[in-house]
């Protein structure tokens, strides 16, 4: 709401005011969507919290390396629009930790009323977050968390139990063998891993991992870093190939890599799935893996649920109502298997 000269109070639609503001400071246009001032290309964009109805939103989005965080990004922008009462400034970071403090420290300066991160690794954060401590700015983190000394830096986390995920493909597995009846067969399994030191390539490997541990036939060859993309899945899977002859379990830490190491395996003439074959399994549970497990190429998918944007809202609603907030919040998630991927398949939206 702004004030004229005479005192009254006029509402402008934002579009007109942004046009101004930017045509004034940058000599170019509005912005493709003026609730989502997406500064990817490397400068912060200038927000415009004029309008006191709208609640200002800095959001630091880990990168674009995946259909699941693609997904993820979409499922926020949604929530937080402008017709929902947000001003959205997002920020791509590239997978970058230092884009995303240069993002934070951005919308600090811009006076926002809520920031958003999704930490590409859980280290080094609490120096950035101290500042938007400072400037009494409440930081809730999406998807992956991190490692602080000192919980009060954040509200919430909104995610996933990436622990959980990892134990589920290990119980999943441990009744597969059991079913093929090679509960005490020699197992070697290779694991490609997401980003190193980020909660989901470390939660999941943890829970996976303590499963493995119970099954001393279980032999982990090796783990190795496909940084959550398909290229690198590529690159990792046929590496893996040219080291070891027996592989009997490949574990891709989400679906991008494990589409990689699908098309390494099958230029090596390598099939995966079937009886005799390298089981193959895979995370997320995006629709593309999800028709995948349905041909039985892959084995088991674990879903990760990049779907919380609206529960970030909800959340951030109730801290402008002034109501307390639950620390953490974990999304529903599922194991889809050949048996079950049929009923979910059609809905899936990423
Ligand atoms: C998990 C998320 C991971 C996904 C990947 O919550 O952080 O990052 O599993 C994405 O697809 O790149």
Request: net charge negative; proline share 1%; with cysteine.
């Given at each position: 709401?702004?004030?004229?000269?005479?005192?009254?109070?006029?509402?402008?639609?934002?579009?007109?005011?942004?046009?101004?503001?930017?045509?004034?400071?940058?000599?170019?246009?509005?912005?493709?969507?003026?609730?989502?001032?997406?500064?990817?290309?490397?400068?912060?964009?200038?927000?415009?919290?004029?309008?006191?109805?709208?609640?200002?939103?800095?959001?630091?989005?880990?990168?674009?390396?995946?259909?699941?965080?693609?997904?993820?990004?979409?499922?926020?922008?949604?929530?937080?629009?402008?017709?929902?009462?947000?001003?959205?400034?997002?920020?791509?970071?590239?997978?970058?930790?230092?884009?995303?403090?240069?993002?934070?420290?951005?919308?600090?300066?811009?006076?926002?009323?809520?920031?958003?991160?999704?930490?590409?690794?859980q280290?080094?954060?609490?120096?950035?977050?101290?500042?938007?401590?400072?400037?009494?700015?409440?930081?809730?983190l999406?998807?992956r968390n991190i490692?602080?000394?000192?919980?009060?830096?954040?509200?919430?986390f909104?995610g996933?139990?990436?622990?959980?995920?990892?134990?589920?493909?290990?119980?999943?597995?441990?009744?597969?063998?059991?079913?093929?009846?090679?509960?005490?067969?020699?197992?070697?399994?290779?694991?490609?891993?997401?980003?190193?030191?980020?909660s989901?390539?470390?939660?999941?490997?943890?829970?996976?991992?303590?499963?493995?541990?119970?099954?001393?036939?279980?032999?982990?060859?090796?783990?190795?870093?496909?940084?959550?993309?398909?290229?690198?899945?590529?690159?990792?899977?046929?590496?893996?190939?040219?080291?070891?002859?027996?592989?009997?379990?490949?574990?891709?830490?989400?679906?991008?890599?494990?589409?990689?190491?699908?098309?390494?395996?099958?230029?090596?003439?390598?099939?995966?799935?079937?009886?005799?074959?390298?089981?193959?399994?895979?995370?997320?549970?995006?629709?593309?893996?999800?028709?995948?497990?349905?041909?039985?190429?892959?084995?088991?998918?674990?879903?990760?649920?990049?779907?919380?944007?609206?529960?970030?809202?909800?959340?951030?609603?109730?801290?402008?109502?002034?109501?307390?907030?639950?620390?953490?919040?974990?999304?529903?998630?599922?194991?889809?298997?050949?048996?079950?991927?049929?009923?979910?398949?059609?809905?899936?939206?990423?």
């Amino acid at each position: 709401m702004l004030i004229n000269n005479s005192g009254e109070k006029i509402r402008i639609k934002i579009t007109a005011l942004l046009t101004v503001i930017c045509v004034a400071l940058t000599g170019c246009g509005p912005f493709t969507d003026y609730s989502v001032a997406d500064v990817s290309t490397g400068d912060i964009g200038i927000g415009n919290m004029s309008d006191d109805a709208l609640v200002s939103v800095g959001f630091s989005q880990l990168g674009s390396e995946s259909t699941w965080r693609s997904a993820n990004t979409e499922s926020v922008k949604a929530a937080l629009s402008t017709d929902n009462g947000f001003f959205l400034i997002f920020d791509n970071a590239r997978q970058m930790q230092e884009k995303q403090f240069k993002a934070v420290r951005s919308f600090i300066s811009q006076r926002v009323d809520y920031i958003v991160i999704c930490p590409v690794i859980q280290e080094g954060w609490d120096v950035v977050l101290a500042e938007a401590k400072d400037a009494g700015i409440p930081v809730i983190l999406l998807d992956r968390n991190i490692s602080v000394n000192d919980d009060s830096m954040y509200t919430s986390f909104i995610g996933e139990d990436m622990y959980a995920e990892g134990a589920s493909a290990g119980k999943w597995l441990e009744e597969h063998f059991a079913n093929q009846g090679r509960s005490n067969d020699e197992i070697n399994i290779v694991v490609i891993e997401g980003t190193s030191g980020s909660s989901a390539q470390e939660g999941r490997a943890q829970g996976f991992g303590a499963i493995a541990a119970r099954n001393m036939n279980w032999n982990m060859v090796a783990s190795v870093n496909g940084e959550f993309t398909q290229a690198k899945g590529k690159e990792t899977m046929a590496r893996l190939l040219s080291e070891f002859e027996d592989i009997d379990v490949i574990v891709c830490q989400n679906d991008d890599m494990a589409f990689g190491a699908i098309e390494a395996l099958n230029e090596a003439g390598v099939k995966t799935g079937g009886i005799g074959e390298p089981v193959l399994i895979s995370f997320d549970g995006t629709k593309k893996a999800l028709e995948l497990v349905k041909e039985g190429v892959i084995n088991v998918d674990v879903e990760c649920n990049p779907n919380s944007g609206e529960l970030l809202a909800q959340i951030i609603n109730d801290l402008e109502a002034g109501n307390a907030v639950d620390k953490a919040y974990y999304m529903e998630e599922k194991v889809f298997t050949k048996e079950n991927v049929d009923e979910y398949i059609e809905d899936r939206n990423y």
